[in-house]
């Protein structure tokens, strides 16, 4: 799709784009704002020349789900909006942004997401950034299961 070896920020906003196959070229991008599109798909290996990368913007979109592995690659990452998706507990995989130990800001609002495991903020690596979860918008159930919370400072 891209050829530019050179580019370093890529926004593709607002373009109704229901699918990306690939990235090519674009090894060294810094940042990739896929927002407002009609995506509802991303294959487990899009991201998979994005070593670089440090913000993903993917809010307002249509994706249902996280495959496992779609952000393994993302070991620079210290930014990502998934908000305004149709995200829901069950399709988000436990530890989804694990490779990212980078990660300060995870942004999650207005899904469908109504549990929230402790390990959506783990890491493979140590030490671990600071992370900030915002999970504004969801029909969260209170309940025993969020007493993890209680342990973050």
Request: with cysteine; proline share 3%.
């Given at each position: 799709m891209f050829y530019d070896?050179?580019?370093?920020a890529l926004s593709l906003d607002s373009n109704q784009l229901a699918y990306i196959y690939a990235f090519h070229g674009i090894g060294?991008?810094?940042s990739l704002s896929l927002h407002n599109n009609n995506l509802s798909f991303l294959g487990s290996d899009l991201f998979s020349d994005f070593?670089?990368?440090?913000?993903l913007l993917l809010q307002?979109?249509?994706l249902p789900r996280i495959l496992p592995g779609t952000f393994d690659s993302l070991v620079s990452l210290t930014y990502i909006d998934l908000s305004r998706n149709r995200l829901k507990t069950e399709t988000v995989?436990?530890?989804f942004l694990r490779a990212s130990s980078k990660l300060g800001n995870v942004y999650l609002d207005d899904n469908q997401l109504k549990n929230v495991d402790g390990c959506m903020l783990a890491t493979r690596r140590a030490p671990v950034t600071q992370r900030m979860l915002s999970l504004l918008g969801n029909p969260i159930k209170c309940d025993c299961s969020l007493r993890w919370?209680?342990?973050l400072r």
């Amino acid at each position: 799709m891209f050829y530019d070896c050179d580019t370093q920020a890529l926004s593709l906003d607002s373009n109704q784009l229901a699918y990306i196959y690939a990235f090519h070229g674009i090894g060294g991008l810094l940042s990739l704002s896929l927002h407002n599109n009609n995506l509802s798909f991303l294959g487990s290996d899009l991201f998979s020349d994005f070593d670089q990368l440090t913000t993903l913007l993917l809010q307002d979109n249509h994706l249902p789900r996280i495959l496992p592995g779609t952000f393994d690659s993302l070991v620079s990452l210290t930014y990502i909006d998934l908000s305004r998706n149709r995200l829901k507990t069950e399709t988000v995989p436990r530890a989804f942004l694990r490779a990212s130990s980078k990660l300060g800001n995870v942004y999650l609002d207005d899904n469908q997401l109504k549990n929230v495991d402790g390990c959506m903020l783990a890491t493979r690596r140590a030490p671990v950034t600071q992370r900030m979860l915002s999970l504004l918008g969801n029909p969260i159930k209170c309940d025993c299961s969020l007493r993890w919370l209680l342990h973050l400072r």
